[in-house]
């Protein structure tokens, strides 16, 4: 902002200034955090790009590990940004992202959605509960994302139906990240079942 090319090239000369991408630099004492990192990919990938699948689940809480700078952008979008993993779906929806920490990320449900492409089954399948236990998605708002975006063909959501196909628990959310494990272990692994989960328990006419 308010900086000339020759003024940018200067400062690239006497290296107080680096290039990250194409028309994207930051200060040497700017630390390179992974949401600078996301930041600077999404400003080389042009307006319409967002945070997406590793990162976003990072971003959501929902895996520890540093991502890789994962975004997703349209397919007629910028060239892809050296050192960034970029996704091009045939469809990205407006409803389907939301603004974090002043960057434009894919929503939990689209998130889950799309780990399938990228994270192993029983991966997929821990972060779906770990988002229902912290209540950042619904089963039926996943079910509902299946039959709107899921078809044959698109990457990765077979994982995800499977998972919600499978779950002990059926459609209620877990109290706790140790309940699905257990009801997993009793229903489906011992074959102790079916079991009713999170009962209402009447004592005296008081529920």
Same mark, same amino acid.
Not at 46 to 74: K, M
């Given at each position: 902002?308010?900086?000339?090319?020759?003024?940018?090239?200067?400062?690239?000369?006497? *290296?107080?200034?680096?290039?990250?991408?194409?028309?994207?630099?930051?200060?040497?004492?700017?630390?390179?955090?992974?949401?600078?990192?996301?930041?600077?990919?999404?400003?080389?990938?042009? %307006?319409?790009?967002?945070?997406?699948?590793?990162?976003?689940?990072?971003?959501?809480?929902?895996?520890?590990?540093?991502?890789?700078?994962?975004?997703?952008?349209?397919?007629?979008?910028?060239?892809?940004?050296?050192?960034?993993?970029?996704?091009?779906?045939?469809?990205?929806?407006?409803?389907?992202?939301?603004?974090?920490?002043?960057?434009?990320?894919?929503?939990?449900?689209?998130?889950?959605?799309?780990? #399938?492409?990228?994270?192993?089954?029983?991966?997929?399948?821990?972060?779906?509960?770990?988002?229902?236990?912290?209540?950042?998605?619904?089963?039926? *708002?996943?079910?509902?994302?299946?039959?709107?975006?899921? #078809?044959?063909?698109?990457?990765?959501?077979?994982?995800?139906?499977?998972?919600?196909?499978?779950?002990?628990?059926?459609?209620?959310?877990?109290?706790?990240?140790?309940? %699905?494990?257990?009801?997993?272990?009793?229903?489906?692994?011992?074959?102790?079942? %079916?079991?009713?989960?999170?009962?209402?328990?009447?004592?005296? #006419?008081?529920?």
């Amino acid at each position: 902002n308010g900086v000339s090319a020759d003024e940018i090239d200067a400062r690239l000369a006497n *290296g107080s200034l680096r290039r990250l991408h194409a028309g994207v630099y930051a200060t040497f004492g700017t630390p390179l955090t992974t949401e600078g990192l996301l930041r600077a990919a999404l400003l080389a990938a042009g %307006p319409e790009a967002v945070v997406s699948h590793r990162a976003a689940l990072w971003f959501w809480g929902l895996v520890d590990d540093e991502p890789p700078v994962e975004i997703t952008t349209p397919r007629w979008s910028h060239p892809v940004p050296k050192g960034v993993i970029v996704h091009r779906p045939n469809v990205l929806r407006p409803i389907d992202v939301v603004e974090r920490q002043h960057l434009l990320v894919t929503n939990p449900i689209r998130t889950l959605l799309d780990a #399938g492409a990228v994270l192993p089954a029983a991966a997929v399948g821990e972060c779906v509960e770990l988002a229902l236990t912290n209540q950042l998605v619904t089963v039926k *708002g996943l079910r509902v994302i299946l039959a709107e975006l899921g #078809g044959r063909g698109r990457a990765g959501t077979a994982a995800l139906r499977r998972h919600l196909d499978r779950r002990a628990l059926g459609d209620l959310r877990p109290e706790s990240v140790i309940e %699905p494990l257990m009801a997993r272990l009793l229903y489906q692994d011992l074959g102790i079942g %079916p079991i009713a989960y999170q009962p209402t328990l009447v004592l005296d #006419g008081v529920t």
